[in-house]
């Protein structure tokens, strides 16, 4: 036997008598059985709750609230690890670089000038990277000066 087979199983006497019920009472009549019947007319009645006027914008204010301490919080966090990642990595390249550069000068066409030339165009990705990480700064405007 299937687990979801377990959970499909039902009482259908049981639900045939939910159903009277439930129609029972959105007809108004009696002629269901009494303990489904009462049921079904407390889940059609709304329970008699008084909420403040500015329930709804008290929830808005909580919830945008709890969502920018979360962001914050996860942008830190998420700073921090790519830190992390990037220390390791170039502690990575530093231990194991000198022969990755040989390896990779040995099989480029351009030899030990095309490692160069990559090397140059990391640096410039990575300049561009860093420039636009500064105008998302805080006090920062569009034309990088504050």
Do not use: Y
Request: proline share 5%.
């Amino acid at each position: 036997m299937k687990p979801n087979e377990q959970d499909a199983r039902f009482d259908a006497a049981g639900w045939q008598a939910q159903e009277r019920a439930r129609l029972a009472a959105r007809d108004g009549l009696g002629d269901a059985d009494p303990a489904e019947l009462r049921i079904a007319r407390a889940l059609r009645a709304s329970p008699p709750i008084e909420l403040p006027p500015d329930f709804a914008a008290r929830v808005a204010r909580l919830a945008r609230a709890e969502a920018a301490a979360s962001g914050l919080l996860e942008q830190r966090l998420l700073r921090g690890l790519v830190l992390v990642f990037a220390l390791s990595a170039a502690v990575v390249v530093a231990w194991f670089g000198r022969g990755w550069v040989a390896a990779l000068a040995a099989s480029l066409p351009g030899g030990q000038s095309a490692v160069g030339w990559g090397a140059l165009a990391a640096c410039c990705l990575l300049g561009n990277w860093g420039l636009g990480v500064l105008r998302r700064l805080p006090g920062a405007t569009r034309d990088g000066v504050a």
